[in-house]
């Protein structure tokens, strides 16, 4: 027991303290970095038309909002999103132009506008992103708004 007593004081004294929460270390630029990546490639997939690699960035436990109501799940967001991969052009596309991540490095917010095939801004869109594994960024939340980002 005393020597309990000197290694907790010997720690105290050096500065050092026992916690079940450890702190880590996080970059979060290079982890901002990762984000805006995975939202272009995200788009990307749009362009590519190319429905299945669209689904890989979606959480298990997607919500999508459309104009109705809220689409649960991976598979359901998929099925629903389906229509907009049909055809040789996209409907729209869409960039982002901000990210923050929050100081845990476990989720992320991005958004950024939509623009229609010519190019002209038509919407914007909002996500949240989850960090499911090293660089690996999931969709977790997604909705759209009809407004334009203003030009700052």
């Known amino acids: ?50 429905l299945q690699a669209f689904t890989t960035f979606l959480s298990n436990e997607a919500i999508f909002f459309s104009a109705e109501r809220a689409i649960r799940g991976k ?21 982002p132009d901000q990210v923050e991540v929050l100081d845990s490095g476990r989720l992320a917010f991005s958004t950024g506008p939509v623009y229609d095939p010519a190019g002209k801004c038509i919407g914007s869109f909002n996500s949240v992103w989850r960090r499911e594994g090293p660089a690996e960024w999931r969709v977790v939340f997604d ?10």
């Open 1 to 50: 027991m005393r020597l309990l007593h000197l290694i907790l004081a010997s720690m105290l004294i050096c500065g050092c303290t026992v916690s079940p929460h450890k702190q880590h270390s996080v970059d979060l630029p290079a982890l901002t970095q990762e984000v805006f990546a995975a939202e272009r490639a995200f788009a990307r997939t749009m362009a590519e038309r190319d």
């Open 75 to 95: 598979a359901t967001v998929s099925t629903e999103w389906q229509p907009f991969f049909e055809g040789p052009q996209a409907p729209f596309s869409w960039e």
């Open 143 to 152: 909705k759209g708004s009809s407004e334009c980002p203003s030009l700052q």
